[in-house]
Nanobody, 118 residues
Framework: VQLQASGGGLVQAGGSLRLSCAAS????????MGWFRQTAGKQRELVAR???????NYADSVRGRFTISRDNAKNTVYLQMNSLKAEDTAVYLC?????????????WGQGTQVTVSS
């Protein structure tokens, strides 16, 4: 499974960005897709996740500002980020979990840089 992320960039505080991540390859059972973020010296943090049936999880720091959505037919997940803050600056990584039992697997895309200027 390959994950192709896009949509990062530089934005002023209060602005918006939309990230996209498309999964391709032999996908057997897409359980959930989501976004993590990482900054230097900090642990990777789950930002948002969306499950097969549409239920979602958000980090407390982004709830109410970010919205994750999914196009199941395209195996694509989107992260709409509004009211961005300087502390949202990070490398955002797309993640997917597929399969069941012993075949359950985690997949990572390349990071996309989001920089919010204050």
């Amino acid at each position: 499974v390959q994950l192709q992320a896009s949509g990062g960039g530089l934005v002023q505080a209060g602005g918006s960005l939309r990230l996209s991540c498309a999964a391709s390859g032999r996908i057997v059972g897409m359980n959930h897709m989501g976004w993590f973020r990482q900054t230097a010296g900090k642990q990777r943090e789950l930002v948002a996740r969306i499950y097969e049936l549409g239920n979602t999880n958000y980090a407390d720091s982004v709830r109410g500002r970010f919205t994750i959505s999914r196009d199941n037919a395209k195996n694509t997940v989107y992260l709409q980020m509004n009211s961005l803050k300087a502390e949202d600056t990070a490398v955002y990584l797309c993640h997917a979990n597929t399969g069941w039992g012993a075949l359950r697997s985690d997949w990572w895309g390349q990071g996309t840089q989001v920089t919010v200027s204050s």
